[in-house]
């Protein structure tokens, strides 16, 4: 069994080695390598895991195993910028539950959020060129491609895509 709950404060451990775990397997998945997320300090871990549990602006979510080790299968975050654009940021299911539904159930965890808590109509993300599994999944889920494109920060002869999905019936 599998929870998915929002991350609080007291989740900075796990964060932190949830977030090192997603860099170490996907690094051109996410816009900071291994060495910079090792360097931080505590303080921001906590600052991180409260961003999470900000209410409408901001939202993690952890899928944590159910088996008394706590151990976290999976994170997914979300943040609405100044232009009230809601954008899901740092998806990762760890390997052994990929092909599960828990990327699933993290992003309809994301979407009710959206809708109910901040708000918004409509969900952005940006995904690297060269990560077809993950696109493959947004397309799934009902994501589409927008045509725009950005430099990817860490290696900017490489782009990620922007995708985009509406929150309406």
């Not at 998945?29 to 931080?40: F, G």
């Not at 100044?82 to 309809?108: E, I, W």
């Not at 491609?145 to 895509?161: A, C, F, Q, R």
């Amino acid at each position: 069994m599998v929870v998915v709950r929002r991350v609080v404060e007291a989740d900075w451990a796990a964060l932190r080695d949830i977030r090192l775990e997603m860099l170490a397997d996907s690094p051109t998945a996410y816009l900071e390598t291994v060495a910079d997320a090792q360097a931080r300090t505590e303080g921001e871990w906590r600052f991180r895991a409260t961003r999470g549990s900000a209410g409408p602006e901001n939202l993690g979510l952890a899928a944590i195993d159910d088996d008394g080790t706590g151990r976290w299968l999976g994170y997914l975050a979300c943040f609405v910028d100044d232009a009230a654009r809601g954008h899901v940021v740092s998806v990762y299911v760890t390997p052994k539950q990929r092909g599960t539904g828990l990327a699933a159930r993290l992003m309809d965890g994301v979407v009710a959020w959206a809708r109910d808590e901040a708000g918004l109509d409509r969900l952005h993300l940006f995904v690297h060129e060269h990560n077809p599994r993950a696109a493959a999944f947004y397309r799934r889920y009902g994501f589409t491609e927008t045509g725009k494109t950005m430099p990817y920060d860490l290696d900017p002869s490489t782009v990620e895509i922007e995708m985009s999905m509406a929150l309406v019936d």
